[in-house]
């Protein structure tokens, strides 16, 4: 009964910021490892984003210095603050747990850069 919900997503101009939520429920949220996860048009769906359960994070080279994932654990909720944005970040984002048994993914939420 794992239940992943993003939001957060919209259209917003290069160079500008977007903060992603992700709601999870049906899991011990605090002790699981997290991710941000993107998918393009055409491409695979690609890790942008880790944390762990103590707040250890890390990026891929394409986002490093411009996202920043972070976890409120009293509230469930996995984030990703996203600045100076490119058109090459245009995707659907999804979160994840990464180390839970099964594979859940949510619905997802559209980011579209562009001016």
């Known amino acids: 009964q794992v239940q992943l919900v993003e939001s957060g997503g919209g259209l917003v101009q290069p160079g500008g910021s977007l903060r992603l939520s992700c709601t999870v429920s049906?899991?011990?949220?605090?002790?699981?490892?997290m991710g941000w996860y993107r998918q393009a048009p055409g491409k695979q769906r690609d890790l942008v984003a880790f944390?762990?359960?103590?707040?250890?994070?890390n990026y891929p080279d394409s986002v490093k210095g411009r996202f920043t994932i972070s976890r409120d654990n009293a509230k469930n909720t996995l984030y990703l603050q996203m600045s100076s944005l490119k058109p090459e970040d245009t995707a659907v984002y999804y979160c994840r747990c990464v180390d839970c048994p099964g594979n859940y993914w949510g619905q997802g939420t559209q980011v579209t850069v562009s001016s």
């Open positions: 049906g899991i011990m949220f605090s002790v699981y490892r």
């Open positions: 944390i762990n359960s103590a707040g250890v994070t």
